[in-house]
């Protein structure tokens, strides 16, 4: 088994053989901002399978639980996890081809979102991960016209670049009929984030609250 640290910090124990493979799972949910938080993520787990007698994956080291607060095992799918960032995950491919992830989420009786597993075997393993299926969000690149990124801009930022980002906020906010942000100082307050949250809920961008190079692209697309 090898430890890994995540993009945010939180670690997880996995089978040797698959690291490379969660290390490309980590890009992805980096790429759209989701966050593992150390206290509710893992993977290896010497334990039995919910509601079952064999052994659980997790207990060879196969597959890792992310967020299993916001994302629970039960009869139907309750999730925080962009659907898009899900769809990148599974799209992962070995060098030669093969699927590497399976996920919880689209287990056909009880749903288990927080779940990734590998579904590779570890010769396909070995042939090591597709980088080019390792995919970023569509928001990761820039349409014409987008102004350069300026860094991320978080709650209590001020200046330019923040006032033309309400800008852009406040033109989607009106396209889907909702109350605008009111355009004083230009400074990144509570009602700014909360516009944020808003938006990049409705882009499956996560829900940071903080305006990264992602949720800044997609503003001007």
């Not at 992805?28 to 993520?41: I, L």
């Not at 597993?117 to 980088?131: D, W, Y």
Request: aromatic share 8%; net charge positive.
């Amino acid at each position: 088994m090898t430890t890994i640290d995540l993009w945010t910090g939180a670690r997880i124990t996995v089978r040797n053989i698959t690291v490379e493979a969660f290390r490309a799972l980590d890009t992805v949910m980096k790429a759209w901002n989701y966050a593992p938080r150390k206290q509710v993520t893992g993977a290896f787990n010497c334990r039995k399978i919910t509601g079952g007698t064999g052994f659980s994956l997790h207990a060879y080291g196969i597959a890792a639980d992310i967020n299993w607060d916001k994302n629970p095992f039960g009869p139907r799918l309750v999730t925080d996890m962009p659907r898009g960032m899900v769809e990148a995950i599974l799209a992962i491919r070995t060098n030669g081809g093969h699927e590497v992830f399976g996920w919880g989420g689209n287990y056909r009786r009880n749903k288990d979102a927080m779940h990734y597993e590998i579904v590779a075997s570890p010769s396909e393993l070995a042939t090591g991960i597709q980088g080019q299926t390792v995919a970023t969000p569509p928001s990761s690149v820039s349409a014409p016209g987008t102004p350069p990124f300026p860094g991320e801009l978080s709650e209590g930022a001020i200046g330019e670049h923040v006032r033309k980002m309400q800008a852009r906020l406040n033109m989607h906010l009106r396209g889907a009929g909702k109350a605008e942000i009111p355009l004083g100082p230009a400074r990144f307050g509570p009602k700014t984030k909360a516009a944020v949250l808003w938006f990049q809920g409705a882009r499956n961008l996560g829900d940071s609250g903080v305006v990264n190079e992602a949720t800044w692209n997609s503003l001007w697309q």
